[in-house]
Nanobody, 114 residues
């Protein structure tokens, strides 16, 4: 079973950029479609972006600003986040898509504030 470790979060001003990484232990992770999810305080966890053999998909609220990618050779996924807004503030997680199959990692905190 894969263990997921997210990194790359931080404090950024509105309009700024961050690149998140998700490293998975175990080669099995590369066999699955992958998603990035986020959870803001007091809200449910929601899907942000996904990458499958058919391509990528984005939630409307990040479309045109975020880009998901992966490097299966490194068992690593990425989320490039541009034009960040205060409402993007959340803990970001990766997992399989469309159903999260592995234990959630600790996530990485993204805070967008001036």
């Amino acid at each position: 079973q894969a263990q997921l470790v997210e990194s790359g979060g931080g404090l950024v001003q509105p309009g700024g950029s961050l690149r998140l990484s998700c490293t998975a232990s175990g080669k099995i992770f590369s066999s699955y479609a992958m998603g990035w999810y986020r959870q803001a305080p007091g809200k449910q966890r929601e899907l942000v972006a996904s990458i499958t053999s058919g391509g990528t998909n984005y939630a409307d609220f990040v479309k045109g600003r975020f880009a998901i990618s992966r490097d299966n050779a490194k068992n690593t996924g990425y989320l490039q986040m541009n034009s960040l807004k205060p409402e993007d503030t959340a803990v970001y997680y990766c997992n399989t898509y469309s159903r999260p199959l592995f234990p959630w990692g600790q996530g990485t905190q993204v805070t967008v504030s001036s």
